[in-house]
């Protein structure tokens, strides 16, 4: 019992070092509090779905009827799934 207790002891006291050598070394770092945009210049092209009208029905019927389309995406779903009709009757 006393031997458990030791180990106990030794488990609880080593977790507590470790905690205190994570709160120093994060209290410790030098962050920046203003936030600066980065001086990468990024690639900006053109929303492709946007100049488009697509009919949802017309989707359904390229890519079948066993799809299953997320609420609120079925659009975007649609459009992605009849890039591949090939499994049109999969499930």
């Known amino acids: 019992m006393r031997r458990l207790l030791g180990y106990t002891l030794i488990l609880l006291f080593t977790i507590l070092i470790l905690a205190i050598v994570v709160a120093v070394v994060v209290l410790l770092q030098t962050v920046d509090p ?14 492709t779905l946007a100049n ?8 359904k019927a390229i890519i079948g ?9 079925e659009l975007a779903a649609a459009i ?10 999969l499930m």
């Open 80 to 89: 992605a799934y009849s890039a591949y009709p090939q499994p049109k009757e």
């Open 52 to 59: 488009y009208a697509y009919d949802l029905d017309s989707l």
């Open 65 to 73: 009827k066993n799809k299953g389309l997320p609420e609120g995406f």
């Open 34 to 47: 203003e936030q600066y945009k980065p001086e990468v210049e990024t690639f900006s092209f053109a929303d």
